[in-house]
Each structure stands twice: as C-alpha cells, then as structure tokens.
C-alpha cells in the first residue's frame, strides 16, 4: 500500500519532498498468494527451458541421481539467493549507492527473506526499474543460453532449475517494478529493506 511518510533522505534534493512510503507485504494471504504465484511459475518455466533445450540439442533426457537431487537443489537455492542478491547491489553500485544485505522474518511458515538495499540513496525511476529486473532479466538469460548451449545433460539441468528458480524468485521484483511505473518520470526513488520512499517535486508556495 501507498502511505504518507515522515522525514526526508539525507540527500533529497531541496525542490523534492518526501510522498510516501509503499511496502509489500509479506504477511498472510498476501504471503501465501506470492509463494503460490512463484510455485506455480517455477514449473512451467522450467518445462519450457527443458523443451527449448530439447529443440535445439536434439534431446530432451536428463539422467540426475536421486541421492544428490535434494542437495543439488538446496545448492541452486543459494546460488541463487547470492546471485539474485548481488546483481541488485551491483546496480545499485553503478548508480552511487552503498548496498547493503540482510535478512528478515517475515512469518511462520515462509520464515526468513532475503534483500539487497540503499537506503539514503534516490534514484530515478527508470535507474530504480532497472536495479529492480536486473536479476530477473539479466540472470534469466545468463541460465537460459548456459541450459540450453551446454553439452553436459546434468548442468543442463542445474541451469535450467537456476533459470525457473530466478524467474520465480522475481516475483516480488516484477510487484514492485509495476507499483514503481505507476507513479509519474519525475519521481525519486529511495530504496527501503521493506519497499520504497518516493520524492516529488515540492509544491510553490502560494
């Protein structure tokens, strides 16, 4: 939700002021709606690298052990978190900011969540789209052509599970990015561990 908030960035430029603050939330039905949406993208996605991968190699066959399935998929989840992660923090380098990580409870069920941020730091709105879908559009890709490319069936497969898996994982980026769109060119943006600040321009006074 959008809310009023108080107090400025330290590095708000004197003509903008401070609009309101919007979270996601990751709390109750909200919560599990996000997780199913992530859980239901996560298999399709991954049916269709398989498939691309299978067009173009000629087949389609995967061969993992049942013994290393569980702690090859608990690798690739973090794997992913690191890379996810630092592509955001990456970006918001290259723009001038100081990212830095952690980790919050967000519930009972879904426990923990990972997050890159720099608050204190305003960026435009394209700049905070960007470091937004980095991950999903830059990792997405990376995963896929390494899925499908490879030779080896098994990293194949690793990679076409790091491509669903990051494409799932997005899912409260591609919220946030939509939210972010909604408000107008001019805004400034201030990233939050829980959402964003936003910043316009001051009314004259009159």
């Known amino acids: 939700m ?15 002021e401070l609009a ?12 599990i709606v996000l997780a199913a949406g992530a859980i239901i993208v996560f298999g399709p996605t991954l049916i269709l690298g398989v498939v691309a991968r299978g067009m173009l190699q000629g087949s389609g066959e995967f061969h993992v ?8 998929f608990l690798a690739i989840i973090v794997a992913f978190v690191i890379l996810h992660e630092g ?15 952690g980790v919050k409870l967000i519930g009972r069920f879904f426990p923990v969540a990972f997050y ?34 490879i030779r080896d069936n098994g990293m194949a497969l690793i990679a076409l599970t790091a491509m669903a898996m990051n494409i799932a994982g997005s899912t409260g980026d ?6 972010v769109r909604q408000l ?23």
């Open 87 to 101: 592509v955001h923090g990456l970006v918001f380098l290259v723009f001038g900011g100081k990212p830095r990580f």
């Open 184 to 206: 107008g060119g001019g805004t400034l943006f201030e990233d939050t561990a829980d959402g964003f600040n936003w910043y316009r321009p001051s009314r004259p006074n009159l």
């Open 116 to 149: 890159a941020s720099a608050t204190g730091h305003l960026l435009s709105r394209n700049r905070y789209l960007l470091v937004g879908l980095a991950p999903f559009l830059v990792l997405t890709s990376l995963f896929l052509l390494t899925g499908i490319l």
């Open 174 to 179: 591609l919220i946030v990015a939509r939210k």
């Open 65 to 72: 052990s049942i013994g290393l399935a569980f702690p090859i």
């Open 20 to 31: 309101g603050h919007w979270q996601i939330n990751l709390k109750g039905w909200d919560l």
């Open 2 to 16: 959008l809310k009023r908030a108080a107090g400025v960035s330290h590095n708000t430029p004197p003509e903008y």
